[in-house]
């Protein structure tokens, strides 16, 4: 192929959010692809971004709830957006209800994806003027827009190819209703029985999805690793942000933050861990959050948190905390995961102190990198952080330059460009290395 090879990534969020679609996009491009990530924007307005050499462009692939959008009876004055997230609140909640009552009453509804024809109609003409060579589908909610694009654009005459991603398992994912999960496995078993590579992002996952799928191939793992050379210092200072000295023993949590996540459980053992403080990185206004901080209020003053610092900065923003948490509860897609915030954790040194879901406490066990706690459990808890307290060189010093090395996005990114040059017979030549960083969003004007 002497033409620059190109690569067109779907996904169903706003991307900026989502290390592993910029990882993606950022090493390609760099490795000489023609990268385009189609996202979601969370405005309901189109814009661009960049990263790296690759080009992110946002479409309404979604319906964002707005002004304009809410029905005139809940049309009430407001004067900033929080009115505007509580109706939102409401119309979902109203949405639940009218599934479950619908559920009650036996009433039969067709089941269908939700924005499907929406989201295929505006990146079909993005995708005929792009001309990709790889539709790669970001998880199964991307799935059957990028199907229904690669179906479109062979019609055409273009022979564009499919990769599935797969970020999740689909029986594992609890928001979806049965009648949802089991639309969206047939999609799955659909286009997995066409696409040019399935990917996923351990061998417990692949084990899953060698039945889900019905698949004779197991998927090509390409672990959700964090990126080590794009990585750059902090502009922040995480003790400086929370006000303590580097003498006091910190335990960050880095990510989503939602019932499931087990923060509940931190929170509740910092009562028993005296002088040691708790931060999370994350979105300030969640309702998780807000609910976990009004809980607990004679643990303001050692109960944190601040807001996201860019995916580049993160390792380094991390580093000065003493045991990185993990305290998830049993959830099917917990038990089969090493999730990115693992790896993350490890490449700031920092000890990881995880509930006993089945790959990750395995994994920790093996490395000795720090400490399992029985989920849900505080005072299990708090022994295992006291021991990583106690002794944290001994844990910190599992992570030899190997160790680190196998555990780098720079190797799983060895694995997908591999993959891609395969299916697309291409051997582009790779570029200057730009730095791993997201620009800043431009309103839309041409959409290729």
Known sequence: MSKTPKTLHIVLNGVTEDSRVLKCAWSLSNAGWDVLVVGSSPSGDSDELTIGYARIIRLPLKLVIRKENIPRVLRIPFKNETMLWLIAGVLRRLRR?????????????????????????????????????????????????????????????????????????????????????ALYTKIERKYSSSAAAVLSVSEPMNDLLMDQLKVSMRPTIVANDPLVEGQQPSARHLRNDIGISAGVPLLVYSGAVAPQRGIQTALAALRQLEGVHLVLIANPKNKTEMDLVASAPDLAHRFHIVPYVPNSELVSYLSTADIGLIPI???????????????????????ILVSDVKTMAAEVKKLGNGEVFIAEDVDDFVRAAKL?????????????????????????????????????????????????????????????
Not at 105 to 120: F, S, T, W, Y
């Open 329 to 351: 509860l049993h959830r099917l897609n917990h038990e089969i995961s090493l999730i990115t915030k693992f790896g993350e954790y490890m490449q700031a040194l920092l000890p």
């Open 388 to 448: 990583v307290l106690n002794d944290p060189v001994n844990y910190r010093s599992a992570y030899t330059e190997q160790v680190l090395s196998e555990r780098s996005w720079e190797r799983q990114a060895e694995i997908l460009l591999g993959a891609c040059n395969q299916i697309a017979g291409a051997s582009p030549t790779a570029q200057p290395h730009r730095p791993f960083v997201v620009s800043k969003p431009k309103l839309l004007k041409e959409t290729v």
């Open 97 to 181: 209800y009218r599934r479950k009552l619908t559920e009650k009453l036996g009433i039969k509804r067709e089941v269908v994806v939700p924005n499907l024809h929406r989201a295929v109609k505006l990146i079909t003409p993005v995708a005929m003027g792009f001309d990709p060579d790889i539709v790669h589908a970001h998880d199964y909610t991307a799935l059957p827009i990028a199907g229904a694009i690669v179906e479109m654009l062979q019609r055409a005459g273009r022979p564009a190819q499919l990769i599935y991603d797969a970020h999740e398992y689909v029986p594992g994912v609890a928001h979806l209703t049965k009648p949802m999960a």
